[in-house]
Structure formats: structure tokens, C-alpha cells
């Protein structure tokens, strides 16, 4: 289950959001799990990326993970899905912009399940799943 919180006045999909996460859930064997998503902008994301990993710059995702049935929370800021250019390697023509949001989604949902990107290793492992689930999802 995922609840959903948009800070912004950019519409947004919630019946393919909550049925993208469900379906996350079911392959990884959550089912009963919990999840929040918080939709911000730009200037929300830079404060919540200073106060947390203390750099003072906006960010695309954040993850805080939960505990018990409560997975965590994703953090999505919406205006940096508007820039293509920053996510050549995961855009093709195959995709639109719209597959960005979806992405950043999964991407934030494989971080609360413990997948991490610190490493170039672990950045293109991440990058692959998640776009394997989502040639699979959507």
C-alpha cells in the first residue's frame, strides 16, 4: 500500500502510481508492506538534502527507509523530471520524459528494499534493475 503526498500543483497519475508500487511490492515480496511517496519541488528537496545528507544543493530522490511493515518514504522532487539531458543513460527512444518519474520511483523504492549507488558498481546495478522492472511495469 502507498500513500501519497503532492506538495506541488503538478498533476500527477495516482491509480498507475499506486499500481506501479503494488506491483514492486508483489515481485519483491512485500506485499504487506507500507510505503509513503512525498511529491516537492526544487527548494523543498534542497532543504530536506541539506538537513538529512548535509549537501546543500536539490536532488532528484530521496529515500528514508522505515522499519517493521512500514518500508519507508520516497522523495520525489517533480521539476527535476523535467530535464531529459540529466537522464541520457536511462532515456532512449523508446521512452518519454513521463518514464523519468516512474524511474526516479523505482529507483527510490530499490533504496528502501537495500540497494545502494555509492559506488559506479552499484550506480549501474541499480540503474539496470530499475530499468528492467520498468520495461516489465509499465
Do not use: W
Amino acid at each position: 500500500m502507498i500513500e501519497i503526498n503532492n506538495t506541488t500543483r503538478q498533476k500527477i497519475d495516482k491509480k498507475k502510481i499506486e499500481r506501479l508500487a503494488a506491483r514492486f511490492l508483489r515481485v519483491c515480496k512485500k506485499n504487506k508492506a507500507l510505503i509513503s511517496l512525498a511529491i516537492v519541488g526544487s527548494a523543498r528537496m534542497k532543504q530536506l538534502n541539506l538537513r538529512y545528507r548535509k549537501i546543500n544543493k536539490t536532488t532528484d530522490v530521496l529515500s528514508f527507509p522505515g522499519e517493521g511493515k512500514y518500508l519507508g518514504e520516497v522523495i520525489i522532487n517533480i521539476q527535476e523530471t523535467k530535464k531529459p539531458f540529466k537522464y541520457k543513460e536511462i532515456l532512449d527512444n523508446r521512452h518519454g520524459a513521463s518514464y523519468i518519474f516512474y524511474f526516479l520511483l523505482v529507483h527510490g523504492l530499490l533504496h528502501l528494499i537495500g540497494y545502494d549507488d555509492r559506488t559506479e558498481r552499484e550506480r549501474l546495478a541499480i540503474l539496470k534493475k530499475g530499468e528492467k522492472f520498468l520495461d516489465l511495469a509499465l
